[in-house]
């Protein structure tokens, strides 16, 4: 009996312990079968876009660059499609070695291979170090072929800026480089910026205007195998190019400017006098921008930084000089406006009095008034008259005119100088204005600096009588500017006395132009570089007087107006009168005036391009530079 009893009991015990596996066995299955189905239909969406990036690969398409064109619609800056290797660093496994085989592919010189060797110290894992940009197919093809076994480097096709007038343009357009880490960081890690091949602005209107010229990228969506092998492609998303600039540059006028300019160190400025429109914006000597685009080498960055003509410097934005005596018909407009009788005459005998300081003029002019003492430049007469007037009137209208004037233009770092007044050198220098602050106002010297632009619109101003802006974008909207606050009679004497230094018995009479009809008006000015007691002999180039001159044409018509500054060049009319002088033939005949500068690229040894090529190949073979 006992023993039947064991036997139910176990069987029953067996029967629950059966039932509470079978119960935890089902409810395990339910859990599992309600996931499946919260996996297979409210996951269903997400884990088949999971699938889907798993499948398919978005490879970025980066935009291409807007174009900068001129006001003619001429290209200044364009994209060329071209060939690039690039090395991601992080995909890097054999460094030296992958280099070695980059070098012998793309005959890399030593100036390149100590770049990439930088750039990859310098760099981030996220960042692509370009090798070489613009390599040729078969270049390209050599090492497509061989990326197996070259991890880390990367082929790719795409386009690249180009500069078709190369130094000419160097200072006004810029140039684009690679973002580096902190341009990266800040724009918030944008993601473009690390696409090899991107390259945003780094200078000038390039940097400038780089939201609108950068564009939107797109995509191409491919399907890949697992282990990564094209299967085909699919549907791309398309970029959206960069804006076309359009500039209100003469690309013709900027190119002959740069190369009438030879081997001189200065800028030019060229403004259309009926509405402010800046028609060329020269600074040099240049640097190529296609260099600095694709990456400069060691020796060409060395030879444009130990330049004592600073090529890398943008003259007309950042170079400050004494105005000399282009400022003389703005002070004699001021001197006419005061009640000055433009018929008063002073007497010149070579200099001029001020308190125990005899101030020497640059000759013996005998009586002068006021037409004379401009056309012959005169100091007695502006020493004599600036003591007689207000400095505070004379100094604003010469400000008025333009010097010393902030002008709102797409070049970033720009200088504009001073136009000292009593005010301000109470403010500055705590003491009151004395006569031979007056003396040296009255001429150009003292505390007064000029921009190369300052130099084109205070002509621009006086042969309109319009307080003309200066405008370089074709879209900016133009105000009507308002009138110089002269009497038109008054602005005439001036007008008439600047025709005479050109065509009458002036200083720049052997800048005539060589039209039949037009004639120019004009001012020559000589800057003190150092005070005339520690002057050096003129055959040291950097002890030598600036030299400049301003300019309007016709005389009678005004449409143009220049403004030039040659660093060091002597004389405003023997060194910058000349260059104003064939590129204002440019504007009336071009074929003239390239007729009278073949002769001189001649004597200077051949074209812009041709001498620059030249420079850098002696700097390269010479000792000290040899590789």
Same mark, same amino acid.
């Given at each position: 009996?006992?023993k039947?009893?064991?036997?139910?009991?176990?069987?029953?015990?067996?029967?629950?312990?059966?039932?509470?596996?079978?119960?935890?066995?089902?409810?395990?299955?339910?859990?599992?079968?309600?996931?499946?189905?919260?996996?297979?239909?409210?996951?269903?969406?997400?884990?088949?876009?999971l699938?889907?990036s798993?499948?398919?690969q978005?490879?970025?398409?980066?935009?291409?660059?807007?174009?900068?064109?001129?006001?003619?619609?001429?290209?200044?800056?364009?994209?060329?499609?071209?060939?690039?290797?690039?090395?991601?660093?992080?995909?890097?496994?054999e460094?030296?070695?992958?280099?070695?085989?980059?070098?012998?592919?793309?005959?890399?010189?030593?100036?390149?291979?100590?770049?990439?060797?930088?750039?990859l110290?310098q760099?981030?894992?996220?960042?692509?170090v370009? $090798?070489? !940009?613009?390599?040729?197919?078969e270049?390209?093809?050599?090492? /497509? @072929?061989? #990326?197996p076994?070259?991890? =880390?480097? &990367?082929?790719?096709?795409?386009?690249s800026?180009?500069?078709?007038?190369?130094?000419?343009?160097?200072?006004?357009?810029?140039?684009?480089?690679?973002?580096n880490a902190?341009?990266?960081e800040?724009?918030?890690?944008?993601p473009?910026?690390?696409i090899?091949?991107?390259?945003?602005?780094?200078?000038?209107?390039?940097?400038?205007?780089?939201?609108?010229?950068?564009?939107?990228?797109?995509?191409?969506?491919?399907?890949?195998?697992?282990?990564?092998?094209? $299967?085909? !492609?699919?549907?791309?998303?398309?970029?959206?190019?960069?804006? /076309? @600039?359009? #500039?209100?540059?003469?690309? =013709?006028? &900027?190119?002959?400017?740069?190369?009438?300019?030879?081997?001189?160190?200065?800028?030019?400025?060229?403004?259309?006098?009926?509405?402010?429109?800046?028609?060329?914006?020269?600074?040099m000597?240049a640097?190529?921008?296609?260099s600095f685009?694709?990456?400069?080498g060691?020796?060409?960055w060395?030879?444009?930084s130990?330049?004592?003509?600073?090529?890398?410097?943008n003259?007309?934005?950042q170079?400050?000089y004494?105005?000399?005596?282009?400022?003389?018909?703005?002070?004699?407009?001021?001197?006419?406006?005061?009640?000055?009788d433009?018929?008063?005459?002073?007497?010149?005998?070579?200099?001029?009095?001020?308190?125990?300081?005899?101030?020497?003029?640059d000759?013996?002019?005998?009586?002068?008034?006021?037409h004379?003492?401009?056309?012959?430049?005169?100091?007695?007469?502006?020493?004599?008259?600036?003591?007689?007037?207000?400095p505070?009137l004379?100094?604003?209208?010469?400000?008025?005119l333009?010097y010393?004037?902030e002008?709102?233009?797409?070049?970033?770092?720009?200088?504009?100088?001073?136009?000292?007044?009593?005010?301000?050198?109470?403010?500055?220098?705590?003491?009151?204005?004395?006569?031979?602050?007056s003396?040296?106002?009255?001429?150009?010297?003292g505390?007064?600096?000029?921009n190369?632009?300052?130099?084109?619109?205070?002509?621009?101003?006086?042969?309109?009588?319009?307080?003309?802006?200066?405008?370089?974008?074709?879209n900016?909207?133009?105000?009507?500017?308002?009138?110089?606050?002269?009497?038109?009679?008054?602005?005439?004497?001036?007008?008439?006395?600047?025709?005479?230094v050109?065509?009458?018995?002036?200083t720049?009479?052997?800048?005539?132009?060589?039209?039949?009809g037009?004639?120019?008006?004009?001012?020559t000015?000589?800057?003190?570089?150092?005070?005339?007691?520690?002057?050096g002999?003129?055959?040291?180039?950097?002890l030598?007087d600036?030299?400049?001159?301003?300019?309007?044409?016709?005389?009678?018509?005004?449409?143009?107006a220049?403004?030039c500054?040659?660093?060091?060049?002597?004389?405003?009319?023997?060194?910058?009168?000349?260059?104003v002088?064939?590129?204002m033939?440019?504007?009336?005949?071009?074929?003239?005036?390239?007729?009278a500068?073949?002769?001189?690229?001649?004597?200077?040894?051949?074209t812009?391009?041709?001498?620059?090529?030249?420079?850098?190949?002696?700097?390269?073979?010479?000792?000290?530079?040899?590789?």
């Open positions: 009996m006992e039947r009893f064991s036997s139910v009991h176990q069987t029953i015990t067996f029967s629950r312990r059966m039932m509470l596996l079978a119960g935890g066995q089902a409810a395990v299955g339910a859990v599992l079968l309600g996931r499946l189905g919260w996996l297979s239909v409210r996951e269903n969406e997400r884990y088949q876009l699938s889907e798993n499948r398919v978005l490879i970025p398409v980066p935009p291409r660059r807007g174009w900068i064109i001129d006001r003619n619609k001429v290209p200044i800056a364009i994209n060329r499609s071209s060939f690039r290797i690039d090395l991601i660093p992080q995909q890097l496994e460094p030296d070695k992958t280099l070695k085989t980059l070098v012998e592919l793309l005959d890399l010189s030593t100036d390149e291979v100590d770049r990439i060797l930088r750039e110290k760099g981030r894992g996220f960042q692509a370009q $090798v070489a !940009e613009n390599v040729s197919f270049q390209y093809a050599a090492v /497509t @072929v061989r #990326l076994d070259l991890p =880390g480097v &990367q082929a790719t096709r795409g386009f800026r180009y500069y078709p007038d190369g130094p000419a343009v160097a200072h006004l357009v810029g140039y684009v480089g690679t973002a902190k341009e990266y800040a724009e918030d890690k944008n473009l910026l690390i090899p091949g991107v390259k945003i602005g780094k200078q000038g209107l390039e940097k400038s205007l780089e939201k609108s010229l950068r564009g939107t990228p797109g995509g191409q969506r491919v399907e890949v195998t697992a282990r990564g092998k094209l $299967v085909k !492609e699919l549907d791309p998303k398309p970029d959206r190019s960069g804006q /076309t @600039v359009q #500039l209100t540059i003469d690309q =013709g006028l &900027q190119l002959y400017a740069s190369r009438r300019m030879g081997d001189q160190s200065g800028s030019l400025v060229a403004m259309d006098v009926a509405n402010g429109d800046l028609l060329a914006f020269v600074s000597p640097f190529d921008p296609n685009s694709e990456g400069i060691r020796t060409e060395k030879m444009l130990e330049n004592d003509h600073i090529p890398l410097l003259k007309v934005a170079g400050l004494p105005s000399g005596s282009t400022i003389k018909p703005a002070m004699a407009l001021a001197f006419l406006e005061q009640g000055v433009p018929k008063r005459r002073v007497h010149c005998a070579g200099g001029y009095q001020i308190g125990n300081r005899y101030f020497r003029c000759a013996v002019h005998g009586s002068m008034d006021m004379s003492a401009i056309e012959r430049s005169c100091n007695t007469y502006f020493w004599a008259t600036g003591l007689i007037t207000d505070t004379t100094t604003k209208m010469v400000n008025d333009g010393g004037q002008f709102q233009l797409p070049i970033p770092s720009q200088r504009f100088g001073t136009m000292p007044n009593p005010k301000w050198l109470e403010k500055k220098y705590h003491r009151k204005w004395q006569g031979y602050d003396a040296n106002t009255s001429i150009g010297q505390y007064v600096l000029v190369p632009l300052q130099l084109a619109v205070m002509p621009a101003r006086l042969a309109s009588g319009k307080l003309l802006q200066p405008r370089m974008l074709m900016d909207p133009q105000k009507p500017p308002a009138p110089v606050n002269a009497s038109l009679e008054n602005q005439e004497i001036v007008r008439n006395a600047m025709a005479a050109v065509n009458g018995s002036g720049a009479v052997a800048s005539k132009l060589p039209l039949d037009i004639q120019m008006a004009g001012k000015g000589t800057a003190q570089v150092f005070r005339l007691g520690e002057r002999h003129q055959s040291n180039w950097a030598r600036h030299a400049l001159f301003i300019a309007f044409a016709p005389a009678d018509k005004p449409r143009y220049i403004g500054i040659i660093e060091h060049g002597g004389f405003g009319a023997s060194a910058a009168a000349p260059i002088r064939d590129s033939t440019y504007l009336f005949d071009k074929e003239k005036a390239m007729a500068l073949a002769p001189l690229e001649e004597q200077w040894g051949g812009l391009a041709e001498r620059n090529a030249r420079q850098l190949a002696a700097f390269k073979a010479a000792p000290r530079n040899a590789t």
